[in-house]
C-alpha cells in the first residue's frame, strides 16, 4: 500500500482538527483560560504536526511546530494570553488551513505567508517567553521535529535547547534487563555512552551525541513506551541519581530549571493523553467515514426499491379491481410498501449532518466581521442538532456568511447608537435552525435597526422598480433581493441590505428554498429560510399537458384555477396576462414552450397553476392535475445536457420517466421562443424588472 | 478479451477486435463490443421538448435516465419504423450512459487488422470522422463506427459543448 493512500484520511483528520483548534480559540476565556481547552488546541496542533511530518509535508510541520511550541507555554501558564495572541493564532490556523489545502491539490503551500506566519510566531515566543527561553526560539523553527514522537510534545521545544554540549541523561523507567541491553546497544549507536548505572526501575545512561533528544526518544520508543524513557541535558557531570518515578513530583535534580521542568511537564500531558483516548476510541466505534458515492448509490438503490415497490402496488390494485386480488399478497404489499418507506427513510438519514457543521464556522465569521467594524456582538446559535441533507449543508454555508455578514454590516448598529436608543451595547445575532413541516428552517435574526419600508420603497423607484404604496411589508422586504439593488450608491445602513442578495436568493431557490424576511423598524430583522430536508426527494405535484405527464416541485405551486375569458388579457399582441385577485401574471402555455401536441390549446379549458419562480410568479397552463406526490429526483445531466425548462428527472410509479419543470426557465424558454418567432429588436423592453407585473 | 480462432497467432490475436454488428435499414454497421453495455428492446420513452428530431428522449434504465437516439433518424434513412423488433443498443461512452436505436442486431464478429481497411471520405450525413474505417468480410461490408466520436460530437448535442463547460 502506497502511504499516498493515507493523505486523504490525513487531510479530513487535519481539517477536523483545525476545526476543532478553531473553536476552542474562539471558546477560549483569554482572561481565565480553561487548561482542558488549552491542552486540546494544543494536541491538536501536535497531532496535524505528527501526520505533516510523517507524510513529508514540512511547511506544515514547521508552521504546527511554532504554534505547539506557543501552546504548549500558553498551557503551562507561562504565556499569558491575550486577545491579540488568540487573533494570531487563528491566524496561523488559517494559513495552516491553507497549506493544508495546497498539499491537498499537490502544490506547494504559499511560501510568503508561511514566512510572516512563522515571524509572527517567533516574535510573540521572543517578546513574551524569551527572558525564559535558553536560546532564541527561531532555530526551534528549523530543528526537525520528529513526526513519530509521543503524543508528548515537550521534549521538542526542551531538548533543541538542550544539546548545548551534547550530554544527555537517558532515564530508562522500569525496563526489564533484556530490552535494556538492546536499548544501551541502540544509544551506543547514536553516540557514546559515558556512563551506566542503575536497576530495573529506574537505570541512567550519560549519553554524549550530536543527535537530538527526540530523535534518540524516537529510536527508543521502537522498543518501549514512550513514557518509559526520559532524557534531560547535562550540564557538566553532576547529576544525582535520585529521581522519581515518572508521575512523580518534580525530580530532585540538580539540572538546571528548564530540563527539570521538562520532566514534570511530560507527565501531564501523558495523562491529559490518556484521558483522551478512550474519548477518541468511543467516538471512532459509533461512527464510520463513508464515501458520499457509496451513501447516494445506496439512496439511489432504495429509490429503485420504492419505484418498483409502487409498481407492484399499482399491480396488485389492478388485479384488485379484477377482483382476483389475493388478501395475503395484499398483506404483503402493505407490509412491503412499510418496510421500503422505513429504509428510505433510514437511508436518507445517512446523508444527514447536524446544522452544527454549518453553525461552527460562524462565531469566527461573527467575531471578525464585527471586530472591523467594530461592532459588539453575542451570537446564539438555537438547534445545532437539526439535521439537514449533507448536499445542503455545503451550499447553505455561502448564503448564511452572506446573510449573517449582512445583518452585521447594515443590521446591527454601533454600540454607541445603541446605547443611546436604549439598546444594550452587545448586539444579539440567532441563529437558528428546527423542523418545521416537511421543510427545515433556518434564521438569521438580529435585534439591530430593521428595515426602513419608505426608504426601500424609495430606492426601489429611483432603481426603476415597479412598486407601489399598497405593497405588502413582505414585498417590499423581497425588494432587496432584485438583482442591483441598492447596488447602484450608497445606501445608509438602514436600508442596505442589498449587495449581492440576489445571488443568495438564486442560490437557495437553486436548492428547492426559499427567503422570507420580517422586520420591524428599530426592533430588528428576522431572514428565514426554508429549505427542503433533501434535494433527493421532492414534493412534486404531477400534471398532465397532452399526452405527457411532467412534475412541478410543490414548493413552487400557491393554487390553481380555471382562467375564465374575462380573466385573461394580450398585451402587445401576443403576450397573455392573466388577472388573479388584482395582480396580473403572465402566462406560459407549457403546450407551447415544450412543443406538446395534442394539448388542450383553449386556455379556459385548461388549468392555470399558479406558480411562483425567483420571487416572481406565473401561470402556468396544464390540462390536468393528477396529484401530489414524492418524487425521486434524478439528474438529467449525468448521461444528457441540461434542458431549458426542465431541472431534473424523476421515474414514475409505471417506471416511465417524467420531466421536473424549472419554473424560470420555462418562462425564459417562452420568452425566448416569442422573441424569436416575434423578431423583437428593441430589447431595452426586456429588461428584467418590466417583466414584474404591470399595475 | 479476444476469442479469436484456433489458428491465429497469439501476436495478431492481441490486434483482432470484436465488433457488435447491427442493421440500420439494409446497411450493416458495427460498433466495438467493449462500449457495449446490454441490449434492450425500444420502449417507454419520455420526449425532451426542443431537442433534436433523432434524440427520442430519455428512458429509465434501472434508475438511471439515458437518452435514446435514434441512428436512422440521425443517418436520414427514409424508413423509420418501431415495432417488436427495434433494438436498443446501450453504450458507455466517455462515462455516459446512451442508448441507440437500431433496426437490429446480428452478431459479434471478430475483426483482423487487415480486414480493417481505411474509411474514404464520405458525405455530409456521416463524417469519416465518425469512422474508425470499413470492414471487410467476405462478401459483407461493416462500416465500423467510432461510438466515442459520433456520440460526443456537437452535433449529437447529446453533451454539453466543451466550450460552454
Known amino acids: ?695 | 478479451m479476444s476469442q479469436a480462432n484456433s489458428g491465429a497467432v497469439l501476436a495478431a490475436e492481441a490486434e483482432n477486435r470484436e465488433f457488435l454488428v447491427f442493421s440500420l435499414g439494409d446497411e450493416e454497421y458495427a460498433i466495438d463490443i467493449l462500449k457495449v453495455q446490454e441490449i434492450r428492446g425500444y420502449e417507454n420513452v419520455t420526449r425532451i421538448a426542443n431537442a433534436p428530431d433523432f434524440i427520442k428522449g430519455v428512458t429509465n434504465l434501472r434508475g438511471v435516465i439515458v437518452p435514446i437516439v435514434d441512428l436512422r433518424i440521425k443517418f436520414h434513412f427514409d424508413k423509420v419504423e418501431y415495432g417488436g423488433q427495434t433494438v436498443v443498443i446501450v453504450v458507455n461512452v466517455a462515462d455516459r450512459v446512451v442508448g441507440i436505436v437500431v433496426d437490429g442486431v446480428s452478431d459479434v464478429m471478430t475483426l483482423t487488422p487487415d480486414q480493417i481497411k481505411p474509411a474514404p471520405e464520405f458525405g455530409v450525413t456521416l463524417s469519416s470522422d465518425f469512422l474508425s474505417g470499413l470492414g471487410s468480410l467476405d462478401d459483407r461490408m461493416l462500416v465500423l463506427v467510432d461510438i466515442d466520436k459520433l456520440l460526443t460530437s456537437d452535433e449529437m448535442a447529446l453533451v454539453e459543448s466543451t466550450s460552454n463547460r
Open chain 1, 1 to 695: 500500500m502506497d502511504i499516498a493512500d493515507f493523505f486523504d484520511t490525513f487531510f479530513e483528520e487535519a481539517e477536523e482538527l483545525l476545526s476543532d483548534m478553531e473553536q476552542h480559540l474562539l471558546e477560549l476565556d483569554v482572561d481565565d483560560p480553561d487548561s482542558e481547552q488549552l491542552n486540546a488546541i494544543f494536541r491538536a496542533a501536535h497531532s496535524i504536526k505528527g501526520g505533516a511530518g510523517t507524510f513529508g509535508f514540512t511547511v506544515l510541520q514547521k508552521t504546527t511546530h511554532i504554534l505547539e511550541n506557543l501552546l504548549d507555554y500558553a498551557r503551562k501558564g507561562e504565556l499569558t494570553l491575550r486577545a491579540d495572541l488568540v487573533d494570531t493564532f487563528l491566524e496561523a490556523k488559517d494559513i495552516m488551513h491553507e497549506q493544508l489545502d495546497a498539499y491537498r491539490s499537490e502544490e506547494e503551500p504559499n511560501q510568503e505567508a508561511f514566512e510572516r506566519i512563522c515571524h509572527t510566531l517567533q516574535q510573540i515566543a521572543l517578546d513574551e517567553i524569551g527572558e525564559k527561553l535558553d536560546g532564541p526560539a527561531i532555530p526551534a523553527a528549523e530543528s526537525k521535529a520528529s513526526p513519530g514522537q509521543s503524543e508528548n510534545g515537550t521534549e521538542a521545544k526542551s531538548s533543541e535547547e538542550k544539546v548545548v554540549n551534547g550530554q544527555l541523561l537517558v532515564a530508562l523507567l522500569n525496563v526489564e534487563d533484556k530490552d535494556r541491553i538492546l536499548l544501551v546497544e541502540e544509544l551506543e549507536q547514536l553516540g557514546e555512552v559515558q556512563s551506566q548505572s542503575g536497576d530495573t526501575k529506574r537505570y541512567e545512561v550519560i549519553l554524549k551525541s550530536s543527535d537530538s533528544a527526540d530523535d534518540i526518544e524516537a529510536v527508543m520508543c521502537f522498543i518501549i513506551e514512550p513514557d518509559q524513557i526520559e532524557i534531560t541535558a547535562v550540564e557538566g557531570v553532576a547529576v544525582e541519581s535520585a529521581t522519581p518515578e515518572a508521575e512523580a513530583p518534580p525530580p530532585a535534580t540538580p539540572a538546571p530549571q528548564t530540563p527539570a521542568e521538562n520532566t514534570v511537564s511530560k507527565a501531564s500531558p501523558a495523562k491529559a493523553a490518556a484521558k483522551e483516548k478512550p474519548k477518541k476510541a468511543a467516538a471512532e466505534s459509533s461512527s464510520i467515514r463513508v464515501s458520499v458515492d457509496k451513501v447516494d448509490q445506496i439512496i439511489n438503490l432504495v429509490g429503485e426499491l420504492i419505484i418498483t415497490q409502487s409498481m407492484l402496488d399499482q399491480t396488485v390494485s389492478d388485479l384488485e379491481d379484477q377482483s382476483v386480488g389475493n388478501s395475503s399478497l395484499q398483506n404483503g404489499m402493505s407490509l412491503l410498501q412499510r418496510n421500503a418507506r422505513d429504509l428510505q427513510e433510514a437511508v436518507m438519514s445517512i446523508r444527514m449532518i447536524p446544522m452544527e457543521f454549518v453553525f461552527s464556522r460562524f462565531p469566527r465569521v461573527v467575531r471578525d466581521t464585527a471586530g472591523k467594524l467594530g461592532k459588539e456582538i453575542e451570537l446564539i446559535t438555537e438547534g445545532k442538532s437539526t439535521e439537514l441533507d449533507k448536499s445542503l449543508v455545503e451550499r447553505i454555508t455561502d448564503p448564511l456568511t452572506h446573510l449573517v455578514r449582512n445583518s452585521l454590516d447594515h443590521g446591527v448598529e454601533m454600540p454607541d447608537v445603541r446605547e443611546a436608543i436604549g439598546k444594550p451595547r452587545t448586539g444579539k445575532l440567532t441563529l437558528s435552525a428546527r423542523h418545521q413541516g416537511g421543510n427545515i428552517l433556518i434564521e438569521v435574526r438580529d435585534d439591530g435597526a430593521g428595515m426602513d419600508r419608505d426608504r426601500l420603497l424609495a430606492k426601489a423607484r429611483e432603481n426603476g422598480l415597479n412598486v407601489s404604496d399598497t405593497m405588502s411589508d413582505e414585498e417590499v422586504f423581497q425588494l432587496i433581493f432584485a438583482p442591483g439593488f441598492s447596488t447602484a450608491n450608497e445606501v445608509t445602513d438602514v436600508s442596505g441590505r442589498g449587495v449581492g442578495m440576489d445571488v443568495v436568493k438564486r442560490n437557495i431557490q437553486s436548492m428547492g428554498g426559499r427567503v422570507e424576511i420580517q422586520s420591524k423598524l428599530g426592533e430588528g430583522t428576522n431572514t428565514r429560510i426554508v429549505l427542503p430536508l433533501t434535494l433527493a426527494i421532492l414534493d412534486g405535484m404531477s400534471i398532465k399537458v397532452g399526452g405527457e405527464t411532467f412534475i412541478l416541485p410543490l414548493s413552487t405551486v400557491l393554487e390553481s384555477l380555471q382562467p375564465s375569458k374575462d380573466d385573461m388579457y394580450a398585451m402587445a399582441g401576443d403576450d397573455v396576462v392573466i388577472k388573479v385577485r388584482d395582480e396580473y401574471l403572465p402566462v406560459i402555455a407549457i403546450h407551447e414552450v415544450l412543443n406538446v401536441e395534442n394539448a388542450i390549446t383553449d386556455p379556459t379549458k385548461s388549468i392555470a397553476v399558479i406558480v411562483q419562480g425567483e420571487g416572481r410568479r406565473y401561470a402556468m397552463l396544464v390540462d390536468e392535475l393528477i396529484g401530489q406526490q414524492q418524487v425521486v429526483v434524478k439528474n438529467l445531466e449525468d448521461n444528457y445536457r441540461k434542458v431549458p425548462g426542465i431541472s431534473a428527472a424523476t421515474i414514475l410509479g409505471d417506471g416511465s420517466v417524467a420531466l421536473i419543470l424549472d419554473i424560470t426557465g420555462l418562462h425564459r424558454l417562452s420568452r425566448y421562443k416569442k422573441e424569436a418567432g416575434k423578431k423583437v429588436v428593441n430589447n431595452q423592453n426586456l429588461s428584467i424588472f418590466k417583466e414584474a407585473e404591470p399595475s
